[in-house]
């Protein structure tokens, strides 16, 4: 077993992390072609039984590299998404390029992050018996503190995740600003670095809310459990996700989320049961299902007990299991997959 990746700066190149040999290859605007054209070299000198793939923005389009099987992980797609974060001849490129998908990964099986991307690759055109299910798995015990933190006296929603366009975060930010027009104490916590924080934090003055945003940028594990677990609501406002960790990780710690009803959003929470689900980009509706959480403590509560259990589900050992029996009927030695296709 190897794993291929991009380069970083300073990293090594050749490293070993848990026994797994790791080699470093490429950059950020070179690293599909790069880790490809790796991978084929390492596949001619050595015998692998089967090749995974992670589609994460750019396709390698490893059957073109090699005849080893390919099983292909897919948090998602862009599709048009990737129109609001770039300028249109990037975003035609990265559109463009996930368009062979169909045909060159026509032999491929492929493991789906959520329902909603296996529904987005069928759409496109792949066997509905090659794609399934395998959610990610979740180590619940690092977010289960024996004392945690007690929520913050003031209602504070966090949001958690990179500033990028796409994401949508100024949702959030508008948000806060009709929350405070009922509760004029509430604040916003925004944990994550990106491009869009000095356009983020423009906006939250001209709402004139600036002194009610945090901004806190990069977090450790431990900061970052800490502040879910003083917060009282997540929120998600993406057009889009493969399918929402930050949601589980709000989860663990007791913390109901308000999302865009969209995909991915619509898999990682359940709606009416662990938070609510909203109409994408519609500030009014986040707030309202906002405050309904802050101003019901009970109703809250009662969703966090939840969603607690509804994280405690997600673990590494189910999605090892799923995995491996995917990657076994790739190579032929299983005729079915668990739980069927």
Not at 73 to 99: D, K, Q
């Amino acid at each position: 077993m190897r794993l291929l990746v991009s380069r970083f700066p300073r990293c090594a190149s050749e490293a070993k992390i848990d026994g797994v040999p790791v080699r470093r290859v490429g950059s950020w605007w070179n690293a599909n072609l790069a880790i490809a054209r790796a991978a084929a070299r390492e596949l001619r000198r050595n015998d692998y039984d089967v090749v995974l793939e992670d589609v994460n923005k750019i396709p390698f389009f490893m059957p073109l590299w090699t005849r080893t099987p390919v099983a292909v992980l897919v948090p998602h797609l862009f599709g048009g998404t990737i129109f609001r974060e770039t300028n249109p001849l990037l975003g035609s490129y990265v559109w463009a390029m996930e368009r062979p998908i169909p045909w060159v990964y026509r032999h491929s099986w492929f493991l789906p992050m959520s329902d909603s991307t296996r529904a987005d690759l069928i759409r496109r055109g792949i066997a509905a018996e090659r794609a399934v299910v395998v959610h990610s798995g979740f180590d619940f015990a690092r977010y289960d503190l024996a004392s945690p933190p007690p929520r913050r006296q003031v209602p504070t929603l966090v949001h958690l995740g990179r500033l990028m366009r796409y994401k949508s975060v100024e949702v959030a930010v508008r948000t806060l600003a009709r929350v405070r027009a009922l509760l004029p104490q509430a604040r916003l916590a925004i944990a994550g670095d990106g491009p869009e924080g000095p356009r983020l934090q423009r906006l939250a003055r001209r709402l004139g809310i600036s002194e009610a945003v945090d901004f806190l940028g990069y977090l450790s594990h431990d900061d970052k459990v800490r502040l879910l677990w003083e917060s009282h609501v997540l929120l998600n406002p993406s057009p889009k996700e493969g399918w929402g960790l930050t949601v589980i990780e709000a989860n663990a710690c007791g913390v109901p989320v308000v999302a865009s009803r969209r995909p991915g959003l619509v898999d990682s929470v359940r709606d009416g049961e662990t938070g609510t689900l909203v109409p994408y980009g519609d500030a009014d509706a986040f707030a309202t299902a906002a405050l309904a959480f802050l101003q019901d403590p009970a109703r809250r509560d009662l969703f966090g007990r939840r969603a607690r259990a509804w994280a405690r589900r997600f673990t590494w050992e189910e999605a090892v299991l799923q995995t491996e029996t995917v990657l076994l009927r790739a190579v032929g030695g299983l005729a079915t997959p668990p739980g069927g296709p």
